[in-house]
């Protein structure tokens, strides 16, 4: 008798309560050895959206951003 055969004779003997928990942990453990998928950059992400930002624009934004915030004078 195969593993498969030996688990799903065992299964057939549960409660439909149980077999959705054995079911469930099936899943959980198919997940976790799945290969996890790589991220992706913010520009991978916006590359459909046409969007083009160049470090000069990100250094105007992060100065008026901090304009105002309080700086100790000392």
């Known amino acids: 008798m195969s ?5 799903l004779e065992r299964v057939r003997g549960l ?3 149980r077999q959705k928990e054995v079911l469930d942990f099936a899943e959980f453990l198919q997940y ?3 290969v996890p998928r790589p991220l992706l950059s913010m520009r991978g992400l916006c590359a459909d959206l046409g969007v083009s930002v160049s470090e000069q624009d990100i250094a105007a934004e ?4 901090w304009k105002n ?3 100790d004078e000392g």
Not at 3 to 7: H, K
């Open 3 to 7: 593993i498969e055969e030996a688990i």
């Open 15 to 17: 409660a439909p309560d």
């Open 32 to 34: 976790r050895t799945d």
């Open 62 to 65: 992060r100065l008026e951003m």
């Open 69 to 71: 915030f309080p700086r």
